[in-house]
């Protein structure tokens, strides 16, 4: 049955070479076998073959053949890469003298399975079929994860995927060791981070992270209260998905905005220290700054407060939504600002101005200064408050200002 499962799988990925070519010797490993017999079907699919020997030869062989990219991902390690347009086929060069020694080498029992393409025959050395069965997540050995401290993370991350269950010992061993993860590039923790903030079971396995250590280096402001809005958060980001409030990468950036210091500063620190972008840390920094007072607010801004909060937060609205939800500002605060954002022809979320700064310059005959920009404003506000609605009346108005 698991064999029929892998060969299925292998005929939906829909490669254009034949994998029949690659030598008798070669082995479907690794996450590429456990995703197979969970019909796990990913986009782009990413394959991950081990052979004994010629492991970049036959890497450029099958590029050269088919016609796809070539990279060495690894040269010392002969590990290559063939890139297609569905996907990507590594290929590895075989650590140790069987291929059994080779699987024994990796993190946990359900990614040290191979399936052999020419024999059709299952490699499973651990009884990680049986952990996959159970939906058990069991690591091979401590050492291991000691060989390469991400591991400690990618349990959790892959307990989120998957919606497994991390074995008793294998979590203590990872809690053991969280310490580890410090000597980890940042790059390499983020992106597991990333995995886990969009996982189906990502909250539940967060917070586990978080419980048994994982983030004490990299985030060290975690406590409690914020594992506790980790739900309401996934509750905020559904309501501003449903709602059309759109933005890229929302739930990493809201559940981030959760997690790191109430202080904009420290925040920022801990985000350059994760290697976050420039525009992710704007967007975060920016939420913590402006979500306090959202959440001190007892009566609706007026419409001239509106104008400038907005012009401050319209471009992380939907984060400082989710944190609102989150954090029990009332619906009569956030709704009406919700309905402003969502309405492109609102004045004061989406200002569009009657007169340039040119106009005021040649109708006025102004210099250019910061007067200008001040004039616009109060242009804008008057607008906003039904004072004015056409352009000869906004520059009556601006006049009316200079005397």
């Known amino acids: 049955m698991a064999v029929e499962q892998i060969k299925l799988y292998l005929a939906a990925v829909n490669f254009p070479c034949d994998f029949n070519l690659l030598p008798t010797s070669a082995s ?22 081990v052979l004994p020997e010629k492991a970049i030869a036959t890497a450029r062989e099958i590029a050269n053949l088919y016609h796809g990219g070539f990279v060495i991902l690894d040269e010392v390690r002969e590990i290559a890469r063939v890139v297609f ?3 990507t086929l590594d290929l590895a060069l075989q650590e140790g003298e069987s291929l059994e020694t080779d699987l024994k080498r990796r993190d946990f029992t359900i990614n040290a399975i191979a399936y052999n393409i020419s024999s059709q025959q299952l490699v499973d050395p ?4 049986g952990d996959l069965e159970q939906g058990i997540l069991r690591m091979v050995s401590p050492a291991n994860l000691e060989d390469d401290p991400l591991r400690l993370l990618r349990a959790y991350r892959q307990a989120a995927q998957l919606d497994f269950i991390i074995e008793s010992q294998t979590r203590k061993a990872i809690s053991d060791r969280a310490f580890l993860l410090k000597t ?3 790059e390499r923790v983020q992106a597991e981070l990333n995995y886990i903030f969009t996982a189906p079971q990502g909250n539940k396995w967060l917070a ?4 048994d250590g994982l983030l004490r280096f990299w985030l060290p402001s975690i406590d409690r209260a914020k594992i506790e809005q980790l739900e309401a958060v996934e509750n905020g980001i559904k309501f501003c998905l449903d709602s059309g409030l759109s ?3 929302l739930p990493i950036l809201a559940k981030l905005a959760t997690l790191v210091a109430l202080e904009a500063s420290v925040a920022e620190t801990q985000l350059t220290q994760l290697k976050y972008s420039r525009a992710q840390i704007k967007a975060v920094t920016k939420t913590v700054k402006h979500l306090p007072q959202l959440q001190k607010m007892t009566r609706q801004m007026s419409l001239r407060e509106q104008y400038f909060w907005f012009l401050e937060t319209k471009d992380v609205f939907p984060i400082l939504v989710v944190r609102a939800i989150a954090t029990g500002v009332s619906s009569e605060i956030i709704n009406p600002l919700i309905e402003r954002y969502g309405d492109p022809s609102d004045q004061i979320a989406h200002p569009r101005s ?4 040119k106009d005021l310059i040649r109708e006025l005959n102004l210099k250019p200064s910061p007067v200008i920009g001040t004039l616009l404003t109060e242009i804008q506000i008057a607008q ?6 056409t352009p000869q009346q906004a520059l009556d108005f601006a006049a009316s200002l200079l005397i």
């Open 85 to 87: 347009c569905q996907g």
């Open 247 to 249: 933005l890229a990468e």
């Open 184 to 186: 980890i590039a940042a």
């Open 126 to 129: 651990l009884g990680g079929l």
């Open 28 to 49: 479907l490993v690794g996450g590429s076998v456990r995703d197979a017999l969970l019909q796990r079907h990913k986009i782009p699919v990413d394959l991950d073959f």
């Open 384 to 389: 906003i408050e039904s004072k004015i609605s």
């Open 208 to 211: 586990a992270a978080i419980e």
């Open 354 to 357: 009657l007169i340039t700064g």
